[in-house]
Every structure is written in C-alpha cells, then in structure tokens.
DNA sequence: CTGAAGCGCCAC
DNA sequence: AAACGTGGCGCTTCAG
C-alpha cells in the first residue's frame, strides 16, 4: 500500500501491527515497543494471511541483506594487498579470557557455506580445521566431577546427540540433523548456564510445565553439574570472583551481591559461565602456542591462519596434511588437564566445504 | 557531520 | 515481564 523502510523497526512495526493487523507477540527491551524479531516474524509465518506471506517474505529479506551487508561487502572491502584480510585478535578484551575479533570480525562468519567458501587458502593449498569436540561441556565435567559425563566422553559419546534424542523422543540410532544437533547444543548449554523454564518454554515452543520437566530431568541425570552451580555462586558470594582451572580469574563483586535481583541473578549465571568458558578457550590456547612451535620446528610450510574460540585453522599444501593432523591431535592431547579435550579435524579446499570423495579425504586416509 | 542508543542477528 | 553465557557489527534514529 504504501512506502516505508524495511530496515527501520519503528515503521515496520507500524505498517504489520498497524495495516496488516498482525497481533503483537513481544516487545522490546528499552523502549517497550512492539518487537518485529525474527522469533515474532517465524510465528505470524505459518498463516495464510496477508501479514503471514508478508513475514516469509521479510525473513528472507533480512538473511539476504545480512549476508551482503555484514559479511560479502566487508570480506572484499577489507581485504590487504596479499588478498586475505587481518583481523585484529584483541586477547585482553574479554571478561573469560576468550579473544575478540575484528576489521573484520572472523569469529562470527556464518555457517553458510555460500559465505564461508570465500575463504580460501593460497592457490593448491589445502585448510586443516579442527574444532574441540563438545568443548566446554568437557570443561564442566572436570570441574563438576560428574562422572556420567565423564564416562560419555571417555566412550567417545557425542553428549549434544544424546540430549537431542532424549529431550525429543527419538531412538538411541537416531542421527539428529546438524540443526537438530544445534537445537540440543543450545539446551545443554542453556540449562548448564541457568536458563528458566520460562526462557526453554519460549525457545522451544514448549509448555513452561514441560520445560520445567527437562530441566528436572537433565539435573537429575547430572546431580554434581547442579552441585557444581551452587558451588561456584556461594564461591563468588564470599570472595567476589571466580577462578578457572588456569588461575584466570572473573571478578563479580559488587554484582553478586547487588540488591537488584536481575543484577545479582545475572551474575550468578556469570559466576558458573565463567571458569567453564574460560577452561575451553585456555586449553584451546594452551593448545595453539604447540601446534605453532611444533610446525616451526618440523620445518614445515604449514601456518596456522586463524582461531574461533575453540577451533583452530591450518592452511598448508596438500602432502603436510597427515603429519598436520598428527602434530595437532598430539598438541591437544598433550594439554595438561584432568580430561583429555580431542579435536575433530577435517581438511579441505575452502572453509565450510566438506572433503566427501575429494583428494583431501584420499590424503588423509592415505597417510601422504 | 559524529557518536550513542536501540534493535536485530551472525558466531562460538 | 524479563532468569543461558561470550562477543562484533549494520541500520535507523536522535542529540549535539
Ligand atoms: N552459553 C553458550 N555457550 C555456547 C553456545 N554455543 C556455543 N557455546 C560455547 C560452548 C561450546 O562448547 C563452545 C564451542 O562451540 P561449538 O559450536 O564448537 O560447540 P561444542 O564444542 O560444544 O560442540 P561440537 O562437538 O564442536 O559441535 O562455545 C551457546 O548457545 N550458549
Ligand atoms: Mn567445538
């Protein structure tokens, strides 16, 4: 009907709660308005109205210009001479220890394989990158000294396939999609974090009765992680920090103890992220200064190119590939920590691509 | 014009 | 009413 901004949430709201009469599902933080957010957009989706084609359309809208803006313009405007781009890592930016990344930030690039396979290594090059498997839900096991957890890792357990076929009903050989995988990610680590019934309820479309349940359940089948959260917040309570297995320290104080219920409850939540987080990316860290020593001294072309919290990438020409994943698997292995912290590498021609019936995966198998 | 706040959204 | 955590960044809007 008429002409408006797309990218202003003001107007928007204004013309799918206005015009189109779509019902207002949520409203924003500061300003109380109504939220025109992707959770609002996915649920005015499924019907057949006016406002439900319009919401369809507007998402996919919204990913396209994410990409372009966000990630396509900056990749090629930011890119040096040699072609690549160089963010800067700053290492004593974060509250946990982790790096940030910006110019551009290479830490949040989109699992898109249309984004991601713009990064390439030097021409007949290969990229070995390798991803702690279930980072920090190893970390909590340590520290928590939760021995159900133990022993799913110590047997080669994936603990996020597991959660996914429990919470949602499916059989021991079911093999969850990699959203699906994502899904139980974010509810392992929600609930380990503290998430509510209420915040569950809401991201899963699930009654808050129900999401209670799951929550029950996952502390019951893991009694010392819920042990291991009170711990940490009675710790911060009384000394006003917390401290990972590193020595890294978070302080929480005054926010621990603040009258201000959010605040203080925020940081208790912080109080049992913190040394858990911290752990993953120390090991990572730890890791990461071996496998560049370790290439330096075999004398080797290979160069580690990049980080993203606990993941690292290798770009080297293809016959370094197996002595590049021995030298990496041998430097994570070689951590010093109660629990071994295994990766998972693969190598291939360009970031986010897979190496399925490829010269990499010959490589690899071969033992070049 | 610049900077900050607000919203929204990508990753781990 | 809000109660997973850690980040960076683009756009709109508004104050100066
Ligand atoms: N609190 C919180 N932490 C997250 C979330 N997603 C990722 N992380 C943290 C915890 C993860 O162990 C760590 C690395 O992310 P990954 O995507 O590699 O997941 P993870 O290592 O657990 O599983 P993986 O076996 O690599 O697929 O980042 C999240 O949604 N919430
Ligand atoms: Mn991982």
Not at 52 to 57: D, H, I, K, Y
Not at 87 to 95: C, D, G, N, W
Not at 345 to 367: A, H, I, Q
Request: proline share 4%; with cysteine.
């Amino acid at each position: 009907g008429s002409d408006f901004n797309l990218n202003s949430t003001a107007q928007l709201g204004s013309v799918l709660f206005g015009e189109l009469g779509a019902p207002i599902l949520k409203k924003t933080k500061k300003t109380g308005r109504a939220s025109v957010d992707a959770s609002v957009l996915e649920s005015l989706s499924g019907k057949k109205s006016k406002a439900g084609r319009f919401c369809e359309s507007l998402l996919h809208y919204r990913y396209i210009g994410k990409m372009q803006m966000t990630y396509l313009d900056p990749a090629i405007a930011l890119r040096w001479e040699d072609e690549r781009v160089h963010p800067t890592y700053r290492s004593a930016l974060t509250v946990t220890g982790r790096l940030s990344s910006a110019g551009p930030n290479i830490q949040n690039i989109p699992k898109d394989r249309l984004i991601r396979s713009i990064f390439v290594p030097r021409p007949g090059w290969v990229l070995t990158e390798s991803d702690m498997m279930s980072a920090e839900m190893r970390a909590l096991a340590s520290q928590a000294g939760e021995q159900k957890l133990k022993r799913i890792f110590a047997s080669g357990g994936d603990i996020h396939t597991m959660t996914f076929r429990q919470v949602f009903g499916k059989s021991e050989d079911y093999e969850p999609t990699q959203d699906e995988r994502r899904l139980a990610k974010t509810l392992n680590f929600g609930i380990v974090y503290g998430i509510s019934a209420f915040g569950v309820a809401q991201r899963y479309d699930m009654d808050e009765d129900e999401a209670q349940t799951v929550i029950n359940q996952y502390f019951q089948a893991f009694p010392m992680v819920a042990r291991f959260m009170r711990g940490a917040v009675r710790f911060a309570r009384k000394r006003g920090y917390v401290r990972n297995k590193f020595g890294r320290k978070r302080r929480l104080y005054p926010d621990i103890l603040s009258g201000e219920s959010v605040i203080r409850h925020r940081a208790e939540r912080q109080a049992v992220n913190a040394p858990i987080q911290a752990d993953a990316w120390d090991y990572n860290a730890v890791a990461i200064r071996r496998v560049g020593a370790t290439l330096r001294s075999y004398g080797l072309q290979a160069r580690m190119v990049m980080t993203v919290h606990d993941q690292i990438m290798v770009e080297h020409p293809p016959e370094e590939t197996y002595i590049v994943h021995r030298i990496i698997d041998a430097a994570f292995a070689s951590v010093e920590y109660p629990e071994q912290i295994p990766v998972e590498s693969k190598t291939v021609s360009r970031w986010g691509e897979t190496n399925e019936s490829k010269l990499e995966k010959l490589l690899e198998e071969l033992r070049v």
